[in-house]
């Protein structure tokens, strides 16, 4: 039973910008891309569907590309210095990301010590393409991240992100540091959070709870 604990998305909070739609942007072929995203845009299918589709079109020898491209975005600032806040608080930091599980366990490595735990998508490669093997999936998200909070006891879950994928996620949390479009939307479904540039703010923040 942890008296507090953190639930922490990697893609664009961890790191400076969203590394899985680069991935998408760079690595996809655009037109059949655009199939999928003219299904998804009509309803036809979930945002499961979509990412799956469109990492199946990836040819799975592009993968040293893609683990390049992460490697060289930024860590978003004062990343390392929450972790040995969080630490010194007794408060556990968990990571959920709907990337694939390559590229965050070794962008995350170095502080690997200071995080209780990380979840994040596996892949193989079927046909010579990339295939998502996604062990938390639900009908509305490819990394269902409130089925991973389930898994832990707490008294008060804080959660920190970013955009569409943590909305769910932020809406069950007790406490949420969000921005961008996760800020836009909780801001019009009036659930209280904090606002948040990088990780200096979220510490300075979470020292006061």
């Known amino acids: ?3 507090k604990i953190l639930f922490v998305d990697f893609d664009g909070t961890v790191t400076s ?3 899985l ?3 998408l942007r760079r690595f996809t ?3 059949e891309y655009a ?3 003219a299904e998804f845009r009509a309803g036809r299918i979930g945002l499961p569907e979509l990412l799956t589709y469109a990492f199946s079109t990836i040819p799975y020898s592009r993968m040293e590309d893609i683990m390049e491209y992460v490697r060289s975005v930024e860590l978003r600032p004062g990343f390392d210095a929450f972790l040995d806040t969080a630490g010194a608080m007794g408060i556990p930091v968990v990571i959920i990301s709907g990337g694939l599980r390559s590229y965050v366990e070794e962008i995350l490595e170095p502080y690997r010590e200071k995080i209780l735990d990380v979840y994040s998508i596996d892949s193989d490669c079927v046909d010579g393409y990339i295939r998502l093997l996604p062990e938390y999936r639900s009908d509305r998200e490819l990394m269902n991240k409130t089925a991973v909070m389930k898994r832990y006891d707490f008294g ?3 959660c920190i992100g970013d955009g569409y994928t943590d909305i769910i996620m932020a809406m069950a949390a007790d406490t949420v540091f ?3 479009v996760l800020a836009e939307h909780l801001a019009k479904a009036k659930k209280p959070f904090y606002r948040w540039g990088d990780f200096f703010d979220v510490e ?3 020292k006061e709870l």
Request: charge should be negative; aromatic fraction near 4%.
């Open 35 to 37: 199939k999928g995203e």
């Open 17 to 19: 910008e969203e590394t």
């Open 21 to 23: 739609e680069g991935i």
């Open 156 to 158: 008060q879950s804080i």
């Open 204 to 206: 300075k923040v979470l």
């Open 29 to 31: 072929d655009p037109g």
């Open 178 to 180: 969000a921005r961008d």
């Open 1 to 3: 039973m942890y008296e």
